[in-house]
């Protein structure tokens, strides 16, 4: 049973748009999600993070929303640039017996073309 | 120095070899975690060592055998492994400050191609 998911495996955007990344929860015990960022052939790099007591964080063009009535979280870049095609991973964290426990979605595929 | 190190970058093995993947991190953290990322799946957690001692053992097959010699070094000891074990093997560290905002700092990965 996957505790978060991302319904979208890829996502085409214009330069200069808005880009929208969606996600999806089933557990309301997280203490924080967070995005990240992989290229191919690199490990995954932090983006960005929100914690489950907030609604929005906003860093420079990336911002992410959560809802948790709706268990939902959205990363949303604007304007997005070409530099941004990557796969993007929504993940759940728990701290627990001195570790965070990170769960992982699918990811999506964001190609930003010009 | 990057903060996580992963090494080798790419391993090609044969059923009945041995091999092992090292993981090292400059951080001075004291959590470390072996994920693995399959072609169009989440990553999936393997093992989780918290201040040197196994907290975590995600389900993992016994040809899978993670070791932590000290607070900044993680291995994965591989042997007999099947072609369906391919994948990108990737180690991670945190702090274990409470107050910490969930991140995990990855490395670059191991490549791994069972043949």
């Known amino acids: 049973d996957q505790q978060v998911k991302q319904n979208s495996p890829s996502l085409s955007v214009q330069e200069g748009r808005i880009s929208i990344l969606n996600c999806d929860y089933t557990?309301?015990?997280?203490?924080?999600f967070l995005w990240y960022k992989k290229y191919p052939a690199e490990g995954p790099t932090f983006l960005i993070s929100?914690?489950?007591?907030?609604d929005k964080n906003e860093d420079g063009r990336f911002t992410v929303f959560l809802n948790k009535s709706a268990k939902h979280l959205s990363l949303h870049i604007v304007p997005s640039q070409p530099g941004d095609s990557a796969v993007y991973f929504c993940?759940?964290?728990?701290?627990?017996?001195?570790?965070?426990?990170?769960?992982f979605g699918a990811g999506t595929r964001l190609a930003v073309h010009p | 120095e990057t903060g996580v190190t992963q090494t080798p970058r790419h391993l090609v093995m044969g059923m009945t070899n041995k091999k092992s993947l090292k993981c090292e991190q400059h951080?001075?953290?004291?959590?470390m975690y072996w994920y693995k990322q399959s072609a169009k799946k989440p990553l999936e957690l393997m093992f989780v060592?918290?201040?040197?001692?196994?907290?975590e053992n995600n389900s993992v097959p016994s040809r899978f055998s993670p070791e932590c010699p000290n607070s900044s070094h993680l291995f994965l000891h591989l042997h007999t492994l099947q072609p369906e074990d391919s994948a990108l093997y990737l180690c991670?560290?945190?702090?274990?400050?409470?107050?910490?905002?969930?991140?995990?700092?990855f490395g670059e990965g191991s490549r791994l191609t069972v043949l």
């Open positions: 991670a560290s945190s702090p274990l400050d409470i107050a910490n905002t969930g991140e995990l700092f």
């Open positions: 557990n309301s015990m997280f203490d924080y």
């Open positions: 929100i914690s489950s007591i907030k």
């Open positions: 993940a759940a964290s728990s701290f627990s017996g001195g570790y965070n426990k990170l769960i």
């Open positions: 951080l001075g953290h004291n959590a």
């Open positions: 060592y918290s201040l040197e001692e196994r907290v």
